[in-house]
T-cell receptor, first 112, second 116 residues
Framework: RKEVEQDPGPFNVPEGATVAFNCTYSNSASQSFFWYRQDCRKEPKLLMSVYSSGNEDGRFTAQLNRASQYISLLIRDSKLSDSATYLCVVITREGGYNKLIFGAGTRLAVHP | GAVVSQHPSRVICKSGTSVKIECRSLDFQATTMFWYRQFPKQSLMLMATSNEGSKATYEQGVEKDKFLINHASLTLSTLTVTSAHPEDSSFYIC????????????FGNGTRLTVT
């Protein structure tokens, strides 16, 4: 089993739709979680940090479920510009160093 | 916000030459830097994890003698692709994480390497 797994894509949704991505992680000691967005041929850019209490930024809501070891990203009222690949990133502290694991990414395509 | 600068953004070189890519954290100290490679329409693939002052940890299948990583300071890591071949043509991205582990990862803007 991979340490971090994401929903397989692509997700093809119409404008205005609500879409949700999940990302599961296997290491219960993982402590930091983030969602990144990557556009074609560009570097990933931070979308949101994920907190236990959940956090919202406009149309985007991220949540962490420690008991079930997954994080989620909800996008409401999808826009064409939301089309991208969404990566979850999990960081664990091991032996004094940061161990980074990220998912393979979920591709979202929003169509008119 | 924290910025990671990667240079060069694009390089074309001949087969057999070596290419050095720099990754700098501009306004924070990065205890850990990561190097990735991404082929067209594929996911980011972690190549190696570099901790300041120690040897890099390479992922399985990544040749350490071919991809030399140096993390000599808390603000600079370099990746040298030695004796590059056309199959090494790819998009290379670095990222860095500040001292506090619960800070997000910051990515460089990537280097597109083309080996002819």
């Amino acid at each position: 089993r991979k340490e971090v797994e994401q929903d397989p894509g692509p997700f093809n949704v119409p404008e205005g739709a609500t879409v949700a991505f999940n990302c599961t992680y296997s290491n219960s000691a993982s402590q930091s979680f983030f969602w990144y967005r990557q556009d074609c041929r560009k570097e990933p850019k931070l979308l949101m940090s994920v907190y236990s209490s959940g956090n919202e930024d406009g149309r985007f809501t991220a949540q962490l479920n420690r008991a079930s070891q997954y994080i989620s990203l909800l996008i409401r009222d999808s826009k064409l510009s939301d089309s991208a690949t969404y990566l979850c990133v999990v960081i664990t502290r091991e032996g004094g160093y940061n161990k980074l694991i990220f998912g393979a990414g979920t591709r979202l395509a929003v169509h008119p | 916000g924290a910025v990671v600068s990667q240079h060069p953004s694009r390089v074309i070189c001949k087969s057999g030459t070596s290419v050095k890519i720099e990754c700098r954290s501009l306004d924070f100290q990065a205890t850990t830097m990561f190097w990735y490679r991404q082929f067209p329409k594929q996911s980011l693939m972690l190549m190696a994890t570099s901790n300041e002052g120690s040897k890099a940890t390479y992922e399985q299948g990544v040749e350490k003698d071919k991809f030399l990583i140096n993390h000599a300071s808390l603000t600079l890591s370099t990746l040298t692709v030695t004796s590059a071949h056309p199959e090494d043509s790819s998009f290379y991205i670095c990222s860095a994480i500040p001292r506090f582990y619960n800070s997000p990862l910051h990515f460089g803007n990537g280097t597109r390497l083309t080996v002819t």
